[in-house]
Each structure stands twice: as C-alpha cells, then as structure tokens.
C-alpha cells in the first residue's frame, strides 16, 4: 500500500470516528431533553378534551363534536408545535441560545434599542457579538430602525413587551406545576372512588412542596432518573392511543382533515368559539423548545420532537378522541377513562411523577428567565446559584423557588380544579406566545434584514391565530383567566421601577462622577496616606472616578498603595469568552498605581466572584503594565482616562508573573523561590498576626486555594516596570479589601408624584432585596461599605 494510500485511509478512518462521535453527542442530548423540555408539552392529554367540552358546552357533545376538536388539536399542534417552533423559531436562535430574553438580546446588538446603561463601543469587537451572522453594518438603515432608535418611547414600549413576556413566563412557572400534578393525581377519583372533593388537592399540595423542596436540595441526585421517566410516560400514551384508535373508532383518521374544523363550530356555534381557549392548552410547553434551546442545541431538539413527541401526541389525542366518540359520559376524566382496567395504576404512578419532572423542567426554566432579566438590570437582586450540585447550566434562585411554591400551593388550593387552573395556564402561555411572535417579526426585519412584508406575514400568519385564541380566553378571565393577569401587572411594575430606578441612579452617578483632569489637577496635594494592600471599589461606571471614591477619602484620607476600580456589567450577547472578559487600563499617571478592571458578562453568565478573581485580577494587571511598556495591546478602546486592553488575548498572558499554591504562614514570608526577585508584604507583624486570625474564624477565606505570586528575575527595558510589578505583588500580598457603595435614593423634592412613587418603590426594594455584595460574591470579612444619598 502506497502511503498516499495509507493516508486517505487514515483520513476516513478519522473522519468515520468524528462522525460517530457526533451522532453519540446528538443523541444524548435528545436523550437528555427528554427529562426537561418536553415534559410539559406531553402532559396535555391528562386535560386538554376536559377544558374543551366544558361549562355549557359539556352537555352538548356527539361524534362530530369530538371529532372536531380533535382536528383543532392536530392543526394546532402542526402549526405551533411543528412549524411555528421546531421549524421556524428554532433558526432564529442567538448564538445558540433562544427565547424572549435572547430576541431581544439581537435587537439590541443590531440596533441601538439597549437601556443598559454603560455598554461601550468595545463590546461590539466581541467575538460572540455578531457571531450569528446577522451583522448589518454596511447595510442602510431602514425606516423602522430609524423610528425606534430615534424615539425613547418606543424603545421603552420594546422593553415593557419583553418584560410583559418574561412576567407571563414567570406565570407559567407558577401555575404549571398546579395543573400538571392535579391533573395526575384526579385518577383517583376513578379508582380509588375518591368522593371528598378537597382531598386531591390536599394530595396536589403534598407533591407539590415536595416538589420546590427538592429544587433547594438539589436534583442532581435523581435527575438521572428523568429521561427515563418521561419515556415511560411516552410509551404509555402512545400505546393507550393506538389501543383506542384500534377499539373504538378507527374512522378518527378522518378528523386529520380541516373539514372537521368548520363541523365543529356548526356544530358548537358560539360556545365553540368560548371554549377555543382549551384547544390552545395542547400546545402550552412548546415555548420551552425554544426558551431552553441553550441546554440542548437545535438539531437534538428536532430530532426528539420530529421523531417522538409529535407522533406520540398525535397518536394519544386521536386515540382519546376515539374513545370519546364511543363514550361521552367519560368526558369529566377523559385520559384515565380511556386506560385499560389492567394498566390503570402503572399508568397513574407514571403519570405522577411525569407531572413532577415535566414542573422540574419549568421551574428550572422560570429561574433563568429571571437570571437573565437579573442581568439587564430589569429585576431586583437575586442570589443565583449556580453549582455543581444542581444540573450543569442551570441556576437555582432561593427567593423565586419560594415565591413560586407560595403562589402554586394558592392557585391549587384557591380552585381546586384543572379547568379553572387551564384558563390561567392558557392565558399565561399565550402572551409568551404572542410577545415571541411579535419580537421575532422585528427580528426578521431588522437582524435579518428581511423585506418588511415577510415580518408582517409572519405577524399575519400566527398572530392572526394567537388573537383569535386569545379573544376566547377573554371570556374566561373572570373563571380564573384574572390570575396571570394580576401576577403579571404586580411583576411588571416592580421589574420596570427597579429598571427605572437603576437608571436614573447610574445618571446620577455619571452626572456626579470625578474627571480625571481635576485629579491630575490637585496632583500631589491630595495628602492621601497609602497604606499596605490592594483595594478594589466597584462602580457602576465603565470611566470616570466615582463619587464614593471621593466621598470615602474626605471622610478617611488613606487609602490603599494599589486601587483597583471594578465594573461588573452586562453585554447583550449569551456569554463572554473567558480570554474576553476583562478589559484592563490604567487612571492617571503611574505612580498614582490606579487602575480599572471592566468585566464583561453576558445575560446567561452566572457571575462567580470566588478567590480566582483576585489572582486573574493581578495577572492581568501585570500583563497590562508589560504590555503597555512593550507598546502592543490587542483590542483597544479609547477611554477618557486611558488606554484599556484585552490583555488575555495576549499569547504571553500568565508567563509574566510566577503563581504558586502557598499555606497562610508561606504568604506572609518573604522567602521568594529561585529566579525571582524578593518581594516582602509590608504589612506589620501585628497585623498580619491579626489576619491570619480573622482569616482562621472565616470558613469562606480559610477553605480558599491560596495562591502566591513571585516576580520574576528577569530584565527589563524600563526599570519602572520591574518596580511596578514587585509594588502590585507586595499589595497582593498584603490582602485585599472591596469597597463598594451603600447607597439610599430619594427622589427630588420637586419631582412628579408618579416619580416620587417609582423612585420610593425603587428605594423600598434595593433596602429588601440582596445586597451588593451577596450578588457581587464579596467575602464579607474584607467588605468596605461607603454611604452615599442619591437625589435623582
């Protein structure tokens, strides 16, 4: 064999294993969605024929009825379900990510929409930030992008229909667990002759709390289990389906056939039309495809629907219209009427804790719409935790698990009864529906650059649909369908005021801010003692020298040999390479030893401030000062006071200092390791002493991996930046202190009576809600806090 030969065949050989590797990723992850983004969808049957024929409409039923509605049910599922979402809606993902949040994430890039206060022209150079392909700088304007950013209102009305979509996401969390586990748990009324009309719903609750308990334990110890479970139930109804078809009415094939559409309102009339509303429940969870696209990527996705929960959904609806058509005494507890005496208990028990994975899955949705909501400064702080103990890429939010629990145990209690639970769930998943379907028109427009007659056919298609579903559900607001609604206007107020308020605060603070010129200015007559350490103040601004700053030194003139101003901000993009996420520059002249650090987070990073922090800190610190010496820099953005730089894009970036593993006693030494330059901490004896003791009585310092640092012997062309480098060690050495700002807002006295109430609202939550410092990660034994009076 030629080695020509031997090549090629080496070639396929790889190629056939990267292929094979490929298909086992693929369906794995189809495997995994399984257990969290289709259990909602495929609990429908357990109520959708119960919510349809209804009220009035209950005692109207014949074969062409249920037919009817069957045929709803297939072009409603085919037109959402399929094409609208697994087709459609899965392209228009944002680098991989999807839901409203990341609609309006692309909005924002392509177009100056934003209200995040401090993005900079930097950002832009992200590799993530045009990373779908969807860049249209060199392409004009077009007429509604010019309208939108030359109007404040209107990017303002953008904004309040997002947030009205993620407060019915919000909703949907809440209510779906209640209708799910309900539902499950009426087959008892069947078999167990359950006549007590409160004791399901006290069996709901039990499951129920059981249910929020284990998202604060957890589920990383049975999410294993959640696959397997929902396939179960899959199998399950897939097979009743086609044991109904067979038994009782083959002729349901026929209803696939929109005839039977026009049949069932000939036959219904007007309370068809009022009941249209319960037709629409066999699509709710199909948002999750596309809210949870992250976890998942789009080809598993498809792949799981196309092949298994489209056919077995189909296949279950058909069969229990068929039995219905045969049976229409059964209609109260239709899906357990139609499962064989045999079956009926293994069916149940599947049921049941379907109904507990698929809540799992939407609860877990629900904690990262509010993170990402968090993160464009439209929710108050919220401690998210995101752990290896919870499933990988998932977030756990302590306050909303409650909040949550609180409002699913009120609405299953308060009504006791799918049907009135359905009209709220309806209508909840609808405006999430709705608001998808009108942010993906402007996204085609304006991302994509499609005609604007493409947007508005799109609107015209489903949107036509989705109000004709939602003019149903308005006749059943006062049955239940008022819950979402009330939920939803309380959420929207309070995310729109803390936004609001975060605003007019960061105006404030860019209107107040220090110029570097007057610091220049004062010069050497500042008097400022600086002390051993390194001191890192957090500030909402990405240039200028914060108020606090100032504030703290009239009241304490002493401050520490090296100063840090830390930016912690939000990018409209998914997530910040890690090399991309920190942008260093210098304030002032250099003997001042004043730097700033920006770090740059997307909506769907979880912000961990752990000890790592610290040492990337002082890395990049030392590469910038090398690098600013050497005259190169990668990706430069022109500041007021300073160049800053992408200093881990630097191929030399942690080579220009020495990182070692050291115990507390090794960090106070000034021992230095061979072909390094000596560098003592300049602490006291007594105050280190001090330290390590504080240190020992803090379980969050002492269980830290510590880490030393050691300039090396090497020699530089400017002998200041050996000096430097041994200056920024030694603070290292000494410890750091964080300084942030502990701020009370008042409107001015002058201000409108509606501003006044925004503002005081504002006030009331920043005193309610985290601090800070619980969202920031900052131990609090090194915590500094600088009190401030904003009057905006």
């Not at 899965?90 to 839901?99: I, K, V």
């Not at 058509?325 to 064989?340: D, H, M, Q």
């Not at 949550?404 to 799918?418: E, Q, Y």
Request: charged content about 15%; aromatic content about 12%.
């Amino acid at each position: 064999m030629s080695s020509v030969d031997a090549n090629r065949e080496q070639r396929g050989s790889s190629s056939t294993m990267v292929e094979k590797s490929q298909s086992k990723a693929l369906l794995f992850l189809a495997y995994q969605s399984l257990g969290f983004l289709f259990g909602d969808l495929t609990l429908s049957p357990l109520y959708v024929y119960q919510s349809i024929f209804s009220g009035r409409l209950k005692h109207d039923q014949n074969e062409d009825a249920i037919f009817g509605a069957f045929s709803l049910i297939f072009w409603t599922l085919s037109l959402f379900s399929l094409f609208k979402y697994a087709v459609f809606m899965l392209s228009t993902d944002d680098n991989g990510e999807g839901g409203i949040v990341a609609l309006y994430s692309q909005l924002c890039r392509n177009a100056k929409f934003c209200l995040l206060p401090n993005l900079q022209a930097s950002d832009e150079e992200l590799s993530t930030y045009h990373k779908n392909g969807c860049s249209n700088r060199n392409i004009p304007p077009s007429p509604l992008k010019r309208f939108i950013e030359k109007h404040k209102s209107t990017k303002i009305a953008l904004l309040i229909l997002v947030l009205l979509g993620a407060c019915m996401a919000i909703c949907v969390g809440a209510i779906m667990p209640a209708i799910s586990v309900l539902s499950s748990v009426e087959g008892l009324k069947i078999e167990a002759k359950i006549t007590n009309n409160s004791m399901v719903p006290l069996i709901s609750c039990v499951l129920l709390v059981g249910l929020f308990v284990l998202q604060h334990r957890g589920s990383h110890k049975v999410a294993f289990m959640f696959p397997p479970i929902i396939i179960l139930w899959l199998l399950s109804i897939f097979m009743i389906g086609i044991y109904n078809v067979v038994k009782w009415n083959p002729r349901i094939y026929q209803a696939l056939s929109p005839y039977y559409i026009y049949k069932f309102f000939r036959v219904t009339g007007k309370k068809g039309w009022i009941n249209l509303g319960g037709v629409f429940l066999c699509a709710t969870g199909t948002e999750a495809m596309f809210q949870d696209l992250g976890y998942y990527r789009r080809a598993p996705v498809r792949v799981t629907f196309f092949s298994i929960i489209y056919p077995c959904l189909i296949l279950q609806y058909m069969g229990q219209a068929a039995f219905l058509s045969k049976n229409l005494s059964a209609l109260p507890i239709s899906f357990y009427a139609s499962i064989p005496d045999i079956l009926f208990w293994p069916v149940f028990v599947v049921a049941a804790l379907a109904a507990i994975v698929a809540s799992q899955g939407v609860i877990s949705s629900t904690f990262s719409i509010v993170q990402q909501c968090h993160a464009f400064e439209c929710f108050p702080r919220v401690k998210a935790v995101h752990s290896r103990r919870w499933i990988p890429g998932q977030t756990y939010i302590p306050e909303i698990n409650w909040i949550l629990m609180i409002i699913c145990l009120a609405v299953t209690i308060g009504f006791g009864d799918p049907i009135h639970i359905g009209y709220a769930y309806g209508i909840a998943s609808l405006f999430v529906v709705f608001v998808t379907t009108w942010l993906t028109s402007l996204v085609l427009s304006l991302v994509w650059n499609q005609s604007l007659l493409v947007s508005l056919a799109f609107v015209l298609i489903f949107g036509s649909i989705e109000v004709i579903f939602l003019s149903s559900y308005c006749m059943k607001i006062p049955k239940g369908g008022w819950v979402p609604l009330v939920l939803s206007a309380v959420f929207i107020f309070v995310m729109y005021g803390w936004q609001y308020g975060s605003r007019k605060k960061y105006l404030f603070d860019m209107h107040n801010k220090v110029s570097m010129k007057s610091i220049l200015t004062l010069g050497p007559s500042l008097g400022i003692v600086r002390v051993p350490g390194m001191g890192l103040i957090y500030t909402e601004l990405a240039s200028g020298v914060p108020a606090s700053f100032t504030h703290f030194l009239t009241n304490l003139p002493a401050f520490y040999q090296v100063v840090v101003f830390v930016c912690v901000k939000t990018v409209p993009v998914p997530s910040v390479p890690h090399e991309e996420r920190y942008i260093i520059g210098r304030i002032g002249p250099k003997s001042f030893r004043l730097y700033r650090c920006i770090v740059r987070n997307g909506y769907k990073d979880v912000y961990s401030h752990e000890n790592d922090f610290e040492n990337d800190l002082v890395m990049s610190i030392a590469e910038f000062i090398q690098l600013e010496a050497e005259g190169s820099y990668g990706s430069l953005d022109g500041a007021v006071d300073g160049r800053m730089a992408v200093v881990r894009t630097s191929g030399k970036f942690g080579t220009r200092l020495l990182k070692t593993e050291s115990s507390s006693f090794e960090e106070g030494c000034s021992n230095s390791l061979p072909g390094t330059l000596t560098v003592t901490n300049s602490k006291s004896p007594t105050l280190m002493k001090l330290q390590a003791m504080y240190e020992q009585e803090s379980p969050e310092l002492n269980n830290r991996r510590r880490i030393r640092f050691e300039v090396l012997n090497t020699i530089y062309k400017d002998p200041r930046v050996k000096e430097e480098l041994m200056e920024l060690v030694e603070a290292k050495r000494a410890g750091a202190a964080y300084v942030i700002g502990h701020s009370h807002v008042k409107a001015k006295w002058n201000s409108s009576f509606v501003k006044k109430f925004a503002i005081n609202m504002y006030s009331f939550l920043r005193k309610n809600c985290r601090s800070p410092a619980v969202g920031l990660n900052i131990p609090q034994i090194c915590l500094i806090k600088v009190g401030m009076n904003y009057h905006v």
